[in-house]
């Protein structure tokens, strides 16, 4: 299953016009300066916002079409949505969390230990560290059995050792997924490792001179000056 | 003293409590969530109780409860009966009564709960209702139970409503602030005073339990 993508929206500060796919066991990295419309556009994908016009398709299935008034409301796409920041269920331990909405609980015990979190299904959200609770939320995304794995800079409040181990994991992960994944990121080394393809969104467009740019760091350029306040973006490791 | 005083009252609230919090979650969840035309009319009306004197919601509940009102005819209809001077009545009364401290409390705690744990419950596949129950109340607890204890509170506490809707009727309708009252009006102090004091200590546990609840929030 694939899925292709137009979306147009008006935003405060520019219009979000864009146009994308991903084919299935693709990873397809979205790249491109903080508050540039990534997360409008996952947003939209996972039906939580609609866009003004435009369409989603996944395989034969139209999740949003604007001139036929289709909106698949986001329970029924069935899709794993890893957020930016942490939104497991404070109410509930790990293990819990990752059952939430499995489809096979059993699976459950084989994700954890995959992602070496299987010591820790009794502790709450709040009693471990923040790689462990987005490793859990992966978990939580996957036990779903989702046909589309949305993941919105998950690592991005990470310390820069468990980022780039989990990086990896996912790396690992994703040859065994049979699912499109679709990464959100401002991190330009994350983005160049993980990717089968980059799509670089500058202000709600796609820009493929962007990464360019942003390597070579022409400061004249006002893109790459607002870049200039993001974390460094560092290529080497 | 006057046991039955005092069973009226506490059946009357804790009957009140359990009814109310049924009836407020859908209210508060609705003032919590969702944006509708004529709202803060809507909600400025469900608090009014709150702001007017308790005679006064009397004098509207006799009008609409009594044989010519409303819901009063409704009732005769439905069981032959009058609703004015019954517990029935005086329970609708107390219900009326306390609803602004049933739905301020829970809409409160609903309104806190991060929009990112339900869009998150959402895209996991869970509906909407599915979310109130598995999301939003295991999430509000302690927003519930304050109100759930205002709530027993204030119907402990009501007076002037009551003794209008539901007069004296020992066993039926008159509550242990009845009695009080009274036991003081044939200075009977000794009766006055020793269903006073029984207030005291159930008062004073339960706001101590809204403090814990309080506190453990805050964490």
């Given at each position: ?237 | ?141 302690n ?68 403090n814990k609840l309080n506190e453990r929030t805050r964490i």
């Amino acid at each position: 299953m694939s899925i292709a993508v137009s979306l147009k929206k008006k935003l405060k500060y520019f219009d979000l016009d864009i146009s994308f796919s991903c084919a299935k066991k693709n990873m397809v990295v979205m790249i491109g300066p903080s508050g540039g419309g990534k997360t409008t556009i996952i947003r939209m994908l996972a039906g939580l916002e609609k866009p003004k016009e435009g369409k989603i398709v996944f395989g034969d299935e139209v999740w949003f079409d604007s001139l036929r008034h289709v909106n698949v409301p986001p329970q029924k796409r069935r899709l794993g949505y890893v957020f930016q920041d942490y939104t497991l269920f404070p109410h509930l331990n790990l293990y819990e969390n990752a059952t939430f909405a499995a489809v096979d609980k059993k699976e459950v015990d084989e994700l954890f230990e995959l992602f070496k979190i299987g010591h820790l299904k009794k502790r709450r959200p709040q009693m471990v560290s923040g790689g462990e609770r987005q490793r859990c939320a992966i978990c939580q995304a996957l036990a779903r059995h989702p046909r589309i794995l949305l993941l919105d800079e998950p690592f991005s409040a990470l310390d820069a050792i468990t980022r780039r181990g989990l990086r990896e994991e996912l790396k690992s992960l994703k040859g065994r997924m049979s699912f499109p994944i679709i990464y959100v990121t401002h991190d330009i080394t994350e983005a160049l490792y993980l990717a089968d393809e980059l799509l670089p969104v500058v202000d709600g467009k796609i820009d493929n001179q962007w990464l360019q740019r942003m390597i070579t760091r022409e400061p004249s350029q006002e893109v790459a000056l607002r870049a200039a306040r993001e974390p460094r973006l560092t290529l080497v490791y | 003293m006057d046991f039955l005083a005092l069973y009226v009252t506490l059946k009357l609230a804790l009957i009140t409590t359990v009814l109310l919090m049924v009836i407020a979650a859908p209210v508060a969840y609705a003032l919590a969530y969702y944006r509708f035309a004529g709202k803060s009319f809507l909600e400025a009306l469900i608090y009014l109780p709150m702001a007017l004197p308790p005679t006064v919601i009397g004098f509207y509940l006799i009008i609409i409860m009594g044989p010519k009102g409303f819901v009063g005819k409704t009732w005769e209809m439905l069981t032959g009966g009058s609703l004015l001077f019954t517990f029935i009545g005086i329970t609708v009364a107390s219900i009326i009564y306390s609803i602004p401290f049933a739905v301020q409390p829970m809409k409160a705690a609903f309104a806190k709960i991060d929009r990112r744990l339900l869009e998150s419950a959402y895209v996991l596949g869970l509906s909407r209702r599915a979310a109130f129950f598995r999301v939003i109340i295991p999430n509000s607890v302690n927003g519930i139970a304050a109100a759930a204890i205002l709530v027993f509170l204030h119907s402990i506490g009501a007076f002037g409503v009551l003794l209008m809707v539901g007069g004296s009727i020992p066993g039926e309708t008159k509550v242990a602030s009845i009695a009080i009252y009274e036991a003081v009006e044939m200075m009977n102090y000794e009766v006055a005073g020793m269903i006073a004091l029984s207030f005291i200590p159930i008062s004073y546990a339960f706001l101590l339990l809204i403090n814990k609840l309080n506190e453990r929030t805050r964490i």
